[in-house]
């Protein structure tokens, strides 16, 4: 395995005064110390996507100073989980950043307007709760450069409202469905297309629901085939994967 | 409440000879003793239903023995959970009697010639491998008197077969809808008809279906209103159930 | 399936110019879009009962909204789940509408004054801690214009209460047992009743009794037969499905 | 604490010859070491029982072994879990001795003939099926000398057949209580006694019951007072416990 | 089964005017109905214990209503789970009460001055933290006239604490052991006493404890025989039970 | 939507006498009645997938008549869980397929030899425990024509193993990894790639692995992103999704 | 057994006047009672270690006087759980302590100053967030006198940041790993280091995570040997054992 | 890191003619491909123990396959649960090994004479159920080379029986608990001695047991510090841990 693809690369830049110590010493490691957080400078080589900030936990001083380092690297950088009192007080510190309340993201540099309109992630939701962990996924594909169509409140105790938008829904290149409670509208979503669907389950219900335990074990014991499943209230990771899927029809256009 | 609402008329019965001791006991106390089971023999007018005989644990001698005190009443005979081998020796034993293999009932007495064939019970499975339940429940219903529609194979994975079948549902008096995995079905079912609906959990699957835990959970957070739950496996119940709700209908008409 | 039963009609009221264009589609579609949620329209038509706000999570805006758009539709309109503060501003925003503090529900246009008193639903609990679930399913019911029975605080630690008012639940058309800890007042009013009992598991109990799991779990198993299950404190759902049942009298009734 | 109270008895009987160094060891350690078990020779001074057998995995050799060890203390001898085959040999091995299939108890040294026939255990059970259960549990307090009666069969689904034996049950010293499925008989009887109850969930049941898990929380969450649980299927412990209950009367007599 | 066993003295006493019609109504029904809650009457008579309050969700106002009723019958009056602010002011509306605010119990007509000393109830924890269902378990007890011994932080990881009060301990007529975590200190106890040993688990510990379900079903599970087990931190049920036990002494000496 | 969006073509093809109106009736409904199977005929073109025989709890019979149906379609032929008795059974029926003992699977038509070299699906195992579940999803996957690498026994006890395979799996166009007990690899492999990777937990380990459960929920909540999962030992279910993936590479060079 | 072992010594001291009759009893007991605690005094002798003060659920005041009576010994002393309000009240009351805020310790008479540098302990986490339970660890070591190495935030999907740092891992005694979410770290590290691994699950992930559970049974079930589990996020109960097995080092040393 | 330390002596000895090419790749690679399994070669260097073949699952002549590559190395093997049946196959292909029927295991090489009798494990069970996973522990410890005391049956319920042997146990280096049921016995051993504590839960008990997770959950929860613990019924985890631990003593006499 070969951990330090660019060695000679990096010690050619330092040797001709284009790079410090300090930043061969990063790039080499793959790893920018910062005391609070130690962060992974060589993922976008790795994984194909920048670090992104997990916001739970964080203070605001933190995620100030690894954006800081991330700002450097012209890259997309996302914050997940951030409170609207944070969101806010980043918002002022980043003019050029966004704060999206119901996703709960900060976001800056978007690749948001450098989408493929044609390769779309389809974002579906059973009911309006559904809709916070929704925006999550949604914000998380659209920084990362990706196009989405978002379909709401469509849920299989009104089953008419999804047959309304299933050609939308079709169309995708992968599906994200989202949903609480006993999650079938995964199931009937994937009897239907013929692209990858990757089911959230969501903590909304109330008593048998389990925190959304019931929704995931159901959607994971699914009886349509093409179905995989991410972890409770998981937006961020579903959005993750199928970036990764749709990338692959982006490639296409780039590589022809 | 009046535990003994007949006493008067058992001991005037008595006195004429029309009764003898042990069957006036029998009658006030309201219990059969067989040594190996003590017979509720109230049942019928408390409940509605005669006595079941869950065959499960029980011996071919033991059913034996019950169902020749039963064969008097004249009520209709119904043993569940029992197995093929039982169910021969009962087939000889009984040769006016019926053995379901499927179903696993024996049925002595049946008043399936007397149903009301408009107002029927609907029974929908997801699957073939959700029929043995489906036809407990079925068997049941018709040893009682009650007309049946088996919709069967109609899970959501392929929702068109649900839907050309859709009419018969909604037009049945109380819908037992039965499956497996994830349960979808009963959400798409509950959104669709305006009767009750009945939900039974089969422990189809594997994994993550926790033998049908996950099913049972998945039902009774099912996102669609109007639906009650029975336990895993239970088309017994279901039926016997649907029946006291069908019989609303029956009594209706004999009253008119 | 028929999802547009009434295309015909609706095209001619529109030629007609009984209609305009948005509410021709609105009933052609089956589905209001108001942003923030997607009323279906269609529900009173395919399942007999009016779409139901469920308040958790909603603001008094967006409750106020739906409200003002189903009060065209002259059907009882029903919200649950409406905490004190919210109950008391649509109090105001709607003075025809009434608030009920313990079951948590705002009511406008109830249909309780046309209630059949003769079939009846009685809403049985255990203990006093079951109330505000009972009072839930009580208002339910009423709201849909169903008489109700209500039959309170009579679990087996002290059965005698129970044998006070049995008559009262013996003549019921439905019953609906409302119990915490082990739930034992079920199987012994299944046992005693010949009409179908709901059971509803509360999350009354501490330590083992698990949230109200142990509850649930213990109905599903009960010895008796006849009883259906929904999720635990979903008094709601046990009405919605009781109504169900007992307007097959109702149905009765007026076909005479 | 005094772990060797009689050590100078032990050791004069040892001088005066009437003891071997052997058994002047065990007595001054309270074991009795046979290789494959190290038996407790003092629990009968300490517990006021001897030691009980538990036949499950072990041999009958190893069985006849530790029986022929304790046949010298003149105790009465009780082995638990003990299959048909094991209690077969056993009783050829020792002819005095008594095998009870349905127990599955095999019994030496009865002291049955002693029991106080006043001061009673109800042993009570809600269906046929908890009778292996409750017999284990009544020959166990038999050998210790206690008097049991049975009442079997009496569950809530039929409550009459309670009722009919209430008196029997509210007379005895203490009453053991074994039910499967959701257990209610347990409450019903703790509101009706004014003795302790000892409650035993059995593994009757499926789906919701959880190989008796649901049974055992149902009845910790009882909403009866004065019960009191032991494991699923411990017939055993739940008559050891009851024995020690009753012996306070069997004292009281003694010491008057 | 005689559910008014007095009636015939009822009638005379009313006929005598000794009873209003209320109080004939209330003694024949054995039920006090207060609007928010229906006070058990017959207890006493049936279980040998008056009606105990659960002060968890009763306002201030329903438990004065509940103990001026019991005050009229000279029984002690228990009321559990009181919080300070109300135990407070109870102790305002009842300056002959006392509230004991580790236990949080407030007590009205103790008994505690009629103990029989000799035959006392051994309360034993494992830890400090386990004291506070101790104490509810030491006060009701004292509270119905029971002798109680307080034999606290005694755990097995200083297992010489233990040893130094064994003797108290085995002297007991019935033990009450109380710990979290693993509950070692039961199955300890229990081999080492001749009585029976009644365990209550408590919610102490963290993580893998699983708020006192591992210390639960751990105590279920004690390889030490003659232990039975109430739900977790249910100190009042353990007293309850153990009170029963002792009772047969208090019963011996009354009758000698 | 569009159920049967070949309606006309249908009718033609039948008025020209091209189609029986069974055939007619098959195609309309999409659904092929066998009596004991209700085959989805319309699967291909919704789901871009023929039906999959689910093996496991149908007789060779049956097996053999679906298959007979599906060979006139010229698709792929799959049988999962199929048992090494039902295996050989089938190999004699249907001389042209060929069943592999260690997935479990009878193929037929395998489109084996047209597999696009190029993009291949990496199926990746911890152990060589878990190899039976990756032949499942490495055959089925292949049986559609997509190509497979297979890695195995690369687990993180010995993590060299793995590095030393890096490069095939980076170059992978999607990884399946496939682990029981911890499941760590799937993490390790999560956070060295750049595209999608699916996670398979199996059933291998004891105690504490809870037959898979705790496997399951340890990918769920895996530290790398870009992790979906599937049901426990659902090889054939991540191998479909995988295609569904890679196919997006297929038809890249399709359009091309 | 010895529970006495310096009782002569004791007796001689009290003789000699070096002793109070107090203190003398305190040591034959080995226990001093406080009224809210029994401090085992006899812990240093028989664990190695003196008694640690667990902070949560007791008050400054207790702690002060635990404390108090700890520091007449001259041992170190060490209070967890301690929370930042009471570690500064503690602060204030012994100025020569130290309060560490992240780990939560508050500590007296620390041998920190002693460590043998060269036998160092190895505490080692995934993420930032499990660093508070690994100081827990770091502190509990260092306060006893054990070198301690910090190597955090080195999770597996970076996984070059953990070899980086691995021979710093290697060559410690023994390891504490310290992880939430799927554990992964654990099984890598007990694949790459011939000492033990301590791992220590914590709370960090959520929905599958299920607050810690499934990281244990994760670990548990590890696929790693040389590996044993503590409780979720019990950082000092890992630091107990790991000084334990640092300490053979130690002795090594004096022994020499 | 340093994934091959001995890369340039292997590359030395392969141009000396001292090794194959297959060799030299084997060494370089660190893994012995042998179709069926990887074996991990580079174990020895890098965990301090020879890589150990779990026999579950595995054929006799895959066990033969690898002993025999194992054998060329001169290192003690060993093969864990290996049946009665294998283990006697492999004593006949292998007549310098020796199978342990009750250990399960078969060993060959074994270290066991080279033991420092002076610093040895302490192997302690509850009751002798648990005596097989005891036995896999000891002869896992003493193949590899160490001292192994065994300390059977000595369980809480006769506590005396521990006693008796305590010295012994408090001299080892390291003791192992192994016990079922509620695991008591851990914690009463980690409160008396001053070396790490492993416990092993077994699968003993039943009910509330549920199958050692009780045990287990009781064991991490346990109130003694110094205590880690293994999966269930895991011997030779906990002696690879303990061997580890028990090595620290060795190395010192080998260096002194």
């Known amino acids: ?135 999550e996924a949604a914000v998380t594909a659209e920084t990362f450069g990706h196009a989405v169509h978002r379909i709401y409140d469509v849920g299989v105790a009104g089953i008419h409202r999804l047959f309304r938008r299933l050609d939308e829904i079709q169309k995708a290149s992968v599906v994200i469905v989202i ?15 013929d692209v990858p669907v990757i089911a959230v389950p969501t903590s909304i219900g109330y008593g048998s629901n389990l925190q959304g335990l019931t929704t995931l074990m159901s959607m994971l014991t699914s009886c349509a085939s093409g179905v995989t499943v991410v972890n409770i209230d998981n937006g961020f990771g579903a959005a993750y994967s199928a970036c990764m899927i749709n990338r692959l029809n982006h490639n296409r256009k780039e590589n022809e």
Chains 1, 2, 3, 4, 5, 6, 7, 8 share one sequence.
Not at 8 to 28: M, P, Y
Not at 58 to 83: D, H, N, Y
Not at 179 to 193: I, P, Q
């Open 1 to 135: 395995m070969d951990f330090q693809p660019n060695l000679e690369q990096t010690l050619r830049d330092l040797q001709a005064g284009h790079l410090s110590v300090e930043d061969a010493l990063e790039q080499i490691n793959g790893v920018k110390e910062l005391g609070y957080a130690a962060i992974d400078t060589d993922r976008q080589r790795r994984n194909g996507f920048p670090e992104v900030i997990f916001g739970e936990g964080k203070t605001v001083e933190q995620m100030e100073g690894i954006m800081q380092f991330l700002l450097q690297k012209e890259l997309p950088i996302l914050a997940t989980r951030v409170s609207l009192q944070k969101g806010e007080a980043l918002s002022q510190l980043f003019p050029n950043g966004h704060y999206y309340p119901e996703a709960r993201c900060f976001v800056l540099n978007s690749k948001k307007e450098e989408v493929d309109a044609e390769h779309y992630i389809a974002v579906v939701t059973a009911g309006t709760s559904d809709v916070p962990v929704a925006e």
């Open 179 to 193: 949903a609480g409670m006993e999650g079938a509208l995964v199931s009937v979503v994937g009897g239907l297309v």
